[in-house]
């Protein structure tokens, strides 16, 4: 089973956790994973890329061009940056939370999203929503990348009970309940 994941996102919304837990369920399954990371300024705000590739046994840990099975945007946009890897087989993850940039902020910049809707039509299928809004439904805007994750894990089809335990390995133990209502709103989308 080859799968190649890409997650993009904005520094502090779970990127790095949800490619670590896609990591960890893959391992669970007996698959050979190679992960590269790439989160400069993700501190502040920055752009924050993954690449996840699993397959009976992998070589290297970045995605070729054209040929990422998942594309996972956290942030409304941030796919647009990586069009160099998806193709006509990949599917779109996509959380519809803007969050703009800091020259957006200041009045350098404008945030025009008028593309996306145009870009989202050369993917296989594309699975979106607004997990902020169902985060801070279920008490805590933290956790909306775990929503996103609950949809991953929809797609890619690993037994649900290795991701149950890949996040509750990953997340602090006064954490797990929240976390676990999120994954499952995502997975039952």
């Not at 996102?9 to 956790?17: A, E, H, K, R, S």
């Not at 050979?32 to 990371?37: C, L, N, P, T």
């Not at 006509?88 to 940039?101: E, F, G, K, W, Y």
């Amino acid at each position: 089973m080859k799968l190649d994941i890409l997650m993009v996102g904005v520094g502090g919304q779970g990127t790095v956790l949800s490619s670590n837990i896609v990591c960890d369920v893959a391992l669970a399954n007996g698959f050979d994973v190679k992960k590269s990371e790439i989160h400069g300024m993700a501190q502040r705000g920055g752009s924050v890329v993954t690449h996840i590739r699993v397959d009976e046994e992998v070589f290297s840990p970045t995605i070729p061009a054209k040929s990422a099975d998942i594309v996972v945007s956290f942030e409304r946009m941030e796919f647009l940056r990586y069009a160099d890897y998806y193709g006509d087989n990949t599917t779109l993850i996509l959380n519809t939370q803007v969050i703009a940039p800091p020259s957006v902020g200041d009045g350098s910049a404008e945030y025009t999203d008028d593309k996306v809707e145009e870009v989202k039509k050369q993917f296989s299928k594309v699975y979106a929503t607004d997990a902020i809004s169902k985060a801070i439904e279920l008490g805590n805007p933290k956790i909306a990348g775990m929503i996103i994750l609950g949809i991953l894990a929809k797609a890619v089809h690993f037994k649900k009970e290795a991701w149950e335990q890949a996040i509750k390995d990953r997340v602090p133990p006064k954490t797990i309940d929240l976390n676990m209502k999120a994954f499952d709103l995502g997975y039952n989308i």
